[in-house]
């Protein structure tokens, strides 16, 4: 059974990096065409798709945050991770690990993990 | 980025009724978009996926049309367990963007 579970801190600054992993079991990283990616969701709001990231090459970022979005892929751990700079308390949200199969919408997502930005 | 307008944004109704739920994209999309319900405190979980294939396990009085730019979902015989928010998701185009959600409460 295929499984994520986002981690990573669940308080930051103004100005940090927020960096978060997804650690996947049940499939491995690499296996299929598969596209890995990142969701958030502000309390009480909808959903924001941040990008993806393909394990064998490539990545696509949402615009409105592809100047500080970086995504990475660890398959030894077969892990994948997110990092937002320059946060800012607009970046509050639950941050959700999500699996895309190629062509298609999501398929399985992560319990989702509270990132809160604050002075 | 393709728009997604979702409506209506909350409606109330009761156990056993028809709900219908709409999605418009701003460009055609084929049928490249999914059907989605979160409950609070939890992550979406998929209900349709290709506007009109129902999930494994999903009950059937969820079903799902449209083709272009205009789709539907319709939860018929609605059951207490289908009081939530859904949200429609298009993968045509990245961004992948969502519609602003649909909130089901009881009437």
């Known amino acids: 059974q295929v499984q994520l579970q986002e981690s990573g801190p669940g308080l930051l600054k103004p100005s940090q990096t927020l960096s978060l992993t997804c650690t996947v079991s049940?499939?491995?990283?690499?296996?299929?065409?598969?596209?890995w990616s990142w969701i958030r969701q502000p309390a009480g709001k909808g959903l924001e798709w941040i990008g993806r990231i393909y394990p064998r090459g490539g990545t696509n970022y949402n615009p409105s945050l592809r100047s500080r979005v970086t995504m990475s892929v660890d398959t030894s751990k077969n892990q994948f991770s997110l990092k937002l700079s320059s946060v800012t308390a607009a970046d509050t949200a639950v941050y959700f690990c999500v699996r895309l199969p190629a062509g298609k919408d999501v398929d399985y997502w992560g319990q989702g993990i509270l990132v809160t930005v604050s002075s | 980025d393709i728009q997604m307008t979702q409506s209506p944004s909350s409606l109330s109704a009761s156990v056993g009724d028809r709900v219908t739920i709409t999605c418009r994209a701003s460009?055609?999309?084929?049928?490249?978009l999914g059907w989605f319900q979160q409950k609070p405190g939890k992550a979406p979980k998929r209900l349709i996926y290709?506007?009109?294939n129902l999930q494994s396990g999903v009950p059937s009085r969820f079903s799902g049309s449209g083709s272009g730019t205009e789709f539907t979902l319709t939860i018929s015989n609605l059951q207490p367990e289908d009081f939530a928010t859904y949200y429609c998701?298009?993968?045509?185009?990245?961004?992948?963007?969502f519609g602003g959600g649909t909130k089901v409460e009881i009437k």
């Open positions: 290709t506007a009109s």
């Open positions: 049940g499939v491995s990283i690499t296996s299929g065409s598969y596209y």
């Open positions: 998701l298009q993968h045509n185009t990245y961004p992948l963007t």
């Open positions: 460009q055609g999309i084929r049928n490249d």
